[in-house]
C-alpha cells in the first residue's frame, strides 16, 4: 500500500504492543511493570486527530505456555490502553508457537482480524512492529509493514524490511504527511 495513494478515511494503522508501544517485558502479567516507549503517547495522539483508526495485534504466547493467564494480559492491555489514551481495537494470539493456529505472527490472522473489526481491509492498514515476523504477517496479509527497530531487532531484519523508521513517533508522522493530501 502507498500511503500517498490511500484514502485517509480508509487508512487504519495497527501496532505491535511490546517492543513497539511499551517496554517488552517478558511474559508480562502485572500492569504496573508497563512503561510507555518514547513517542507513542504522541504518535497516538496524531493518529486521533487525523480520525485514523487504530488498534493492537500482538502474539501473547504466554497464554499458552502457562506462564499468564487471560485475564492477566487483558489487565496489561487494558493498562497500555488507559496510558496511550484508548485505541480502537486489540486482537492478540493466545497459542504458542507450536500450536500451528493462523493467528500468531508472521501469518495474518491478527491483522485480518484487527481489520475486520476497524471496518477495514488488511490492505488498507499499515503494521507498525519492532521484530522480522510483524512485517511478515502485515505482507502475508496485503497490508503494509513498517519496522520500528530497537536492541532487539536483528540486523537482517532491518536489511529485509520493506520500510523502516528510526521510532515510532517518526513512523507515524511520515505516515501522516504521506495520507495528508489523499482526498
Not at 478515511?9 to 517485558?25: I, K, N, Q, Y
Not at 504466554?62 to 487471560?70: A, M, S, Y
Not at 494470539?93 to 507450536?98: I, Q, T
Request: hydrophobic share 40%; glycine share 10%; proline share 8%.
Amino acid at each position: 500500500m502507498n500511503p500517498r495513494a490511500t484514502d485517509r478515511a480508509r487508512v487504519a494503522v495497527l501496532f505491535d504492543r511490546d517492543g513497539t508501544l511499551v517496554e517488552d517485558v517478558p511474559y508480562n502479567g502485572d500492569p504496573a511493570r508497563v512503561r510507555l516507549l518514547p513517542g507513542a503517547r504522541q504518535a497516538l495522539d496524531l493518529l486521533r486527530a487525523a480520525g485514523i483508526p487504530t488498534g493492537v495485534v500482538s502474539n501473547q504466547s504466554g497464554i499458552g505456555r502457562g506462564l499468564l493467564t487471560d485475564i492477566d494480559v487483558r489487565r496489561v492491555n487494558d493498562r497500555v490502553d488507559t496510558l496511550l489514551g484508548g485505541l480502537d481495537t486489540w486482537v492478540y494470539c493466545p497459542h504458542a508457537p507450536e500450536a500451528g493456529c493462523e493467528c500468531r505472527k508472521p501469518r495474518p490472522g491478527l491483522i485480518v482480524e484487527a481489520a475486520r473489526r476497524l471496518g477495514r481491509l488488511p490492505a488498507d492498514c499499515v503494521v507498525i512492529g519492532d521484530i522480522a515476523a510483524d512485517v511478515q504477517a502485515a505482507r502475508a496479509a496485503g497490508a503494509r509493514g513498517v519496522l520500528v527497530p530497537n536492541a532487539a531487532t536483528l540486523p537482517g531484519e532491518v536489511e529485509s524490511a520493506p520500510s523502516t523508521a528510526p521510532d515510532l513517533l517518526t513512523a507515524v508522522r511520515r505516515l501522516l504527511v504521506g495520507t495528508k493530501d489523499a482526498r
